[in-house]
């Protein structure tokens, strides 16, 4: 980022489409996936200081686009596509343990979904959006480890599936995907207040994709354009720069 530059590292251990991807302690976490023929269960670990891959357990099951969190050090697979057709809908819920190597069910997702956005804020796992292959999402859920649970919190302000998304400055933020149904790409974007159970909508970011990858900063690249039309492109919304994501003391 300092230079704005990109290199190349190593390349996968093998093809994936629609992963997700978490970075936990310095290591990247890769979830699942379209592979060549299938929905694959695999769990591919990089760690940039030895430029290398290994494999961790693979999830309970095959999972593609699941919405993916990290809370306290544990990563969480919500969700997400069953098949190569992306049917049915999973209302999995898997974490993961990377000290144990170990993946465990949770209570279900209360609506079967995909292309969804999760985030971990505040000591739950926050999860919106997404569809279910005939209906696309505004609704929000808070999942509780403590009490093992899923509860209903404010719906996002336009439905939203295959978006850009992240846990940044304290908040659960989104951007671009598809909107209106399965009928506009949007260049939209929103934030929600763990604290206050409120949305409001950001500055629309520049390029007008979906499917595309994300991290805290808050970065989007790539995406569609429409169909399967990659693009190249690459910005960030300053705005939520912080990846540390307790607000306890916002004036510090």
Not at 70 to 99: E, K
Not at 129 to 140: L, M
Not at 194 to 204: F, K, L, M
Not at 220 to 228: A, N
Request: proline share 6%; with cysteine.
């Amino acid at each position: 980022p300092d230079a704005g530059s990109w290199s190349q590292i190593a390349s996968l251990p093998g093809p994936r489409q629609k992963a997700e991807v978490v970075d936990i302690d310095g290591r990247i976490y890769i979830l699942g996936g379209w592979e060549a023929t299938a929905t694959t269960s695999t769990l591919f670990i990089y760690d940039p200081a030895s430029d290398s891959y290994t494999q961790g357990a693979s999830m309970p099951a095959g999972r593609t686009a699941p919405g993916a969190a990290v809370l306290d050090g544990q990563i969480y697979a919500v969700g997400g596509c069953t098949t190569n057709a992306c049917s049915p809908m999973a209302t999995s819920n898997y974490r993961y343990d990377p000290g144990a190597d170990a993946w465990e069910t949770l209570a279900s997702y209360p609506e079967p979904t995909s292309w969804l956005a999760c985030a971990g804020l505040e000591g739950q796992v926050y999860c919106a959006g997404g569809t279910d292959g005939s209906i696309a999402r505004t609704s929000t859920w808070a999942y509780d480890p403590g009490g093992d649970a899923w509860e209903r919190k404010a719906n996002m302000p336009y439905d939203n599936w295959a978006m850009a998304y992240a846990a940044a400055s304290g908040q659960f933020v989104l951007s671009g995907g598809v909107t209106n149904g399965f009928a506009t790409i949007t260049n939209r974007g929103a934030a929600y207040d763990p604290g206050t159970d409120a949305w409001r909508e950001i500055e629309a970011s520049n390029t007008t994709v979906y499917r595309m990858g994300s991290a805290c900063g808050f970065y989007k690249v790539g995406g569609s354009t429409g169909g399967f039309s990659p693009s190249a492109t690459a910005e960030r919304h300053p705005d939520f720069a912080d990846c540390d994501v307790s607000t306890d003391v916002p004036w510090f």
